[in-house]
C-alpha cells in the first residue's frame, strides 16, 4: 500500500470571500482561513482549499495536493517518470512540499508535516 493519501484539493480564486461563500451555499463548512489569501474547508476526506495567487502553488490551476511520508522521494519519482518539478522540495513554516507537475502536466503538491 502507497504512502500517498489525496487530502485535498487546492482551487484558485481571486476573491476568497466570495468563494468561501460560494462553497458555504453548497454545504462546505469554512475549516479555517488564512487572511484573505487561503481557506479550507470541510469536504470530508478531502480538504477543499481556495487560494490566491499569494498562497496556490499553481496559480489558475486545480493541483492536487498528497500527503506523504517522504517528499524528497515522491517528487524524485515524478520526475523520473516523465513529470517535472515545478518547485523542488523545500520547508515552509508548516510543512515540507515540493510542486510537480505529472506527465500529463497536471498539477501536484506532495507535503508532510514538520515537527513542532
Request: proline share 4%.
Amino acid at each position: 500500500m502507497s504512502d500517498h493519501q489525496i487530502r485535498q484539493i487546492v482551487l484558485s480564486t481571486d476573491n476568497l470571500d466570495d468563494s468561501i461563500a460560494f462553497y458555504e451555499s453548497l454545504g462546505f463548512a469554512l475549516k479555517f482561513r488564512d487572511g484573505t489569501h487561503y481557506a479550507a474547508l470541510d469536504g470530508g476526506a478531502v480538504t477543499i482549499a481556495l487560494a490566491t495567487p499569494v498562497d496556490h502553488p499553481l496559480p489558475g490551476k486545480v493541483v492536487v495536493g498528497i500527503k506523504t511520508e517522504d517528499v524528497d522521494a515522491a517528487a524524485a519519482a515524478v520526475e523520473a517518470d516523465g513529470g517535472a518539478i515545478v518547485k523542488a522540495p523545500y520547508d515552509d513554516a508548516h510543512e515540507r512540499r515540493a510542486v510537480v507537475y505529472d506527465n500529463q502536466g497536471n498539477g501536484l503538491v506532495f507535503y508532510k508535516s514538520l515537527p513542532r
